[in-house]
């Protein structure tokens, strides 16, 4: 496409066709900032390099009627964090970082004899970046039932700066295996020695979890089910009658009966960013099950977090688990304890730097691997070339 070709898309919707003539101010920051220090007795100084300010765009709207206006102003004030902006361009986009849309002053215009209003709105999209980013390019398009290692096709840094995984989501195998040992890299198109660009991102998954890596270094991995499976599925899921026992699934509800579990092991290596989540929605309970968890894997040290738990929603922090590594935890039901679930979710985020997300330089060609054993449920990775403009 060309520069004269306008496109805006904000979180999916395309509205190219409703930017009001001149409203697509021109961005502001992403400039570089930079320290100049004099250094006395010598006849030069020093210049260091300061950082950038994230960018900001301003746009107006107008629509021709209300409903749209509304279904704007929700789409905008409620866009996710890292959700797609196409500012001027269909092959050039940046993740915001922020977004927030407020209502204007409506504007009135004789047209054909009648009188029509204009409904207008005005964005404020904030990126901490300053360059954008290129289509997408799928290392690993999305696959089902893929066993590991595996290796893409060739790609080459097409762009202006250093760059490479975008977002990596892998599945935990559905019924077989687990896949253990995970690691992603890049290396030169027909070589497999190189670890420089390379992390290891799990040592063991569950089924039917999911591992997700993007290019800023956030890793999540998460767990949920609302019990439309068998309960030696469920077992299956979570390594087995270790972490899984005395329970059953009837009509999508699962029952823990008295001295049963349900523990939800999430390894390392990387370590834990934060303290993680598990949100049981309970439909009945009797006496006092507990939240637990512990850094063992015969569980010996299992610690309660809360024995609370209430009819309803749930979310439970875990607390001090930052830094940690291997980590486990679930419901733990004493000797006259049960509880009843209609579904569950357990959250981790582990720490790696951006610094450590494999990149290679403009004008590389490179290949990715998928490495460790086991068979994904399915596996979906990108790469996106970065531009200034």
């Not at 762009?159 to 295996?177: E, Q, T």
């Not at 001295?259 to 949100?279: A, D, H, Q, T, Y």
């Not at 980590?327 to 509880?339: K, L, M, N, Q, R």
Request: charged content about 20%; hydrophobic content about 35%.
């Amino acid at each position: 496409m060309t520069n004269s070709e306008i496109y805006t898309e904000i979180f999916g919707l395309i509205c190219t066709d409703v930017v009001q003539a001149s409203g697509m101010n021109e961005p502001k920051g992403g400039d570089l900032k930079v320290e100049e220090i004099a250094r006395p007795m010598y006849d030069y100084g020093d210049v260091y390099h300061g950082g950038r300010n994230p960018r900001t765009w301003t746009v107006d709207f107008r629509f021709l009627s209300e409903e749209d206006l509304d279904t704007f102003m929700d789409l905008v004030n409620n866009a996710p964090e890292d959700a797609e902006f196409y500012p001027r361009r269909a092959d050039r986009c940046v993740y915001l970082k922020f977004a927030h849309a407020e209502v204007l002053k409506p504007e009135e215009a004789w047209i054909n004899g009648v009188w029509t209003t204009f409904y207008k709105a005005r964005a404020t999209i904030k990126a901490r970046e300053a360059w954008v980013y290129g289509p997408d390019q799928w290392l690993f398009p999305y696959q089902q039932n893929v066993s590991l290692p595996r290796i893409s096709t060739t790609f080459t840094n097409n762009g202006h700066r250093a760059s490479g995984l975008d977002y990596l989501g892998v599945m935990g195998g559905g019924y077989s295996d687990y896949i253990q040992n995970l690691k992603f890299r890049l290396t030169p198109p027909g070589s497999s020695v190189e670890t420089d660009k390379q992390i290891s991102i799990c040592s063991k998954m569950m089924r039917n979890d999911l591992l997700e890596v993007d290019g800023w270094g956030n890793v999540r991995h998460i767990y949920g089910n609302t019990f439309g499976c068998t309960y030696a599925r469920l077992q299956g899921d979570v390594w087995g009658s270790t972490y899984c026992s005395g329970g059953s699934i009837n009509s999508n509800l699962l029952t823990i009966g008295n001295s049963g579990k349900l523990i939800f092991p999430m390894m390392g290596p990387l370590p834990l960013r934060g303290n993680p989540v598990i949100e049981p929605y309970v439909t009945a309970i009797t006496g006092s099950p507990a939240i637990k968890w512990g850094q063992l894997s015969n569980l010996s040290d299992l610690a309660t977090v809360t024995s609370s738990l209430k009819v309803g929603r749930n979310i439970i922090h875990l607390p001090d688990c930052r830094g940690l590594t291997d980590i486990y935890f679930g419901i733990v039901c004493g000797s006259s304890d049960s509880i009843t679930l209609s579904s569950i979710y357990a959250e981790a985020y582990r720490y790696l730097a951006e610094s450590q997300v494999p990149k290679e330089d403009p004008g590389d060609s490179f290949v990715a691997r998928l490495e460790g054993t086991g068979t994904a449920r399915s596996i979906l990775a990108s790469y996106r070339d970065l531009f200034w403009v």
